[in-house]
């Protein structure tokens, strides 16, 4: 039977004494919540990395729709 309570080590630096220790409710809480903003900040940074190069796909073709040369809007854009 595997106990499902997450555990921390800690380490005495002064005597070298190592403790595995239960996590309290409020720090496995923490954990959670963690969890839970760092998955919210992944979606964020790819929703605006997807947003972004929409937008430049939107720039390069109106740009072409203006006339620019693939090469002229290749060293506007850097791309």
Known sequence: MTNSI???IVINCST??????ELT???IDEREAMAIQS???RVADEEAAQA???AKASGVAKLAE???TAEEISAITGA
């Open 6 to 8: 997450p555990t921390k």
């Open 16 to 21: 070298g004494v190592r403790e595995v220790l």
């Open 25 to 27: 409710q409020a720090e």
């Open 39 to 41: 998955e919210a900040d």
């Open 52 to 54: 972004k190069a929409e």
């Open 66 to 68: 203006l006339g620019l």
